[in-house]
């Protein structure tokens, strides 16, 4: 299948802005539908991992050549009370998730923000774009007689109903994807069994003891039964420079679901419950400052720091999500990123897997590989960080017996990978 003439792409993160920004760049008509009505989508002022897939994409289509990352060439472990009882050289790359989505939103249909002044002037090999927000998808079909896919969809707001057509569909809509609903795709999606607590804080509200205490590395700190990580990342303007970036951290405690416990930290200021995330100023306060007073004399003096001096936390339920199959109608709807497979979030690499993706689709348009070769390829990193990512969270909240079963588990997909029956 060459290069399609024209796309809709079914949801406007980082997955779908990958997906949508490579095929403008390959003369592709792209219409993009996001769900959220906003026409500036919410940074929940989170970090996470560049990894090499990602940078490969920005090197190649980024036409400004925005730098976005903090380096951290270590990893140090903190056991409880005591900083740094273990330290590993790390070789990973951190940002702020608004400013990769602004950056690529800047080269995708030139949106103006802080982070991105002055988008970059279309090419003239470039196809014709629109991001349209507010719009979810009810529908897809393919109708052969005229061999073009037919996404139907409402307007979240007016609840007007339209539809749009082209050669191929992208389903980039993330862990709860509304096309993977729509499309009836079997799938198993569970929830962890624990939450994530997150924030961020301004380093110019910290000591410099403390911004000293997590430079250059990624930091995990294990307590009793739960653990966190934290590092720097830039502003969501991009700054990297000292004195203007953030610390940010998240703290994985376990929560069953269901339970009374689950419904107290989910229900907001409001009396509102949650089904999956409270966001920043809606968590009750005496929830949150409970939560810190029961764990802080666990926590060494600068994360301790960090934890009380952030502002407005979030919380969130982790989530994981694994699709039977991506390709649908012979390869014209394929689903990507977390709509294809959701990780769960210890490892931060949910963008890696959708450049991975980017990267796929693009060989397999160009003819050097077929979608059953790419679902193969996909499938196999998807198995093998669902793995990795439940190892990270099993090991950090003191799991033993669950980190035991994962380890035959990893060897027995190995083993498959290798012969072939994946």
């Not at 103006?112 to 002055?118: F, G, I």
Request: contains cysteine; glycine residues 8%.
């Amino acid at each position: 299948m060459p290069i399609p003439k024209s796309a809709v792409i079914v949801g406007g993160s980082v997955s779908g802005l990958l997906q949508g920004l490579q095929l403008k760049r390959q003369g592709a008509d792209v219409i993009l539908l996001e769900q959220d009505p906003s026409s500036d989508r919410h940074s929940h002022e989170s970090g996470l991992a560049i990894g090499p897939a990602v940078l490969e994409m920005l090197e190649k289509y980024d036409a400004k050549a925005r730098p976005a990352t903090i380096p951290a060439p270590n990893l140090s472990i903190a056991w409880r009370q005591r900083p740094r009882a273990l330290n590993f050289n790390w070789n990973q790359k951190m940002t702020n998730w608004a400013c990769l989505y602004l950056i690529l939103r800047a080269n995708f249909d030139g949106k103006v923000s802080e982070t991105m002044p002055e988008p970059p002037v279309p090419k003239e090999t470039d196809g014709t774009v629109e991001y349209r927000a507010g719009k979810r998808v009810t529908g897809v079909k393919f109708v052969e007689e005229k061999d073009i896919m037919v996404v139907d969809y409402v307007d979240v707001t007016s609840g007007e109903q339209d539809s749009v057509s082209a050669d191929v569909v992208i389903g980039a809509d993330g862990v709860h994807s509304t096309i993977r609903k729509v499309m009836k795709v079997p799938t198993r999606k569970e929830y962890s069994g624990y939450i994530a607590w997150r924030g961020t804080v301004p380093e110019r509200l910290l000591s410099q003891k403390t911004i000293e205490e997590f430079m250059n590395r990624l930091n995990l700190c294990i307590m009793k039964g739960t653990y966190m990580v934290s590092y720097h990342i830039p502003s969501e303007t991009g700054n990297i420079e000292p004195g203007n970036r953030l610390i940010n951290w998240v703290w994985y405690f376990v929560v069953p679901e269901g339970s009374d416990e689950m419904n107290t930290i989910f229900t907001d200021v409001n009396g509102k419950l949650h089904p999956n995330t409270v966001p920043h100023g809606k968590i009750k306060p005496d929830i949150w400052s409970q939560h810190v007073a029961r764990h802080i004399s666990q926590m060494t003096p600068h994360l301790a720091e960090v934890v009380t001096k952030t502002e407005r936390p979030f919380v969130t339920k982790v989530w994981e999500a694994e699709a039977a199959a991506s390709t649908f109608y012979d390869g014209r709807l394929v689903l990507v990123g977390d709509a294809f497979t959701g990780f769960r979030s210890h490892m931060g690499m949910a963008s890696e897997q959708a450049a991975r993706h980017c990267a796929q689709m693009n060989r397999f348009w160009h003819g050097e590989i077929t979608h059953k070769e790419r679902e193969r390829e996909a499938r196999a990193y998807a198995k093998r960080f669902l793995l990795l990512n439940r190892a990270i969270g099993f090991t950090g909240l003191g799991m033993v017996w669950q980190l035991c079963k994962l380890s035959l588990d990893y060897m027995v997909l190995t083993i498959k990978d290798r012969l072939g029956f994946l």
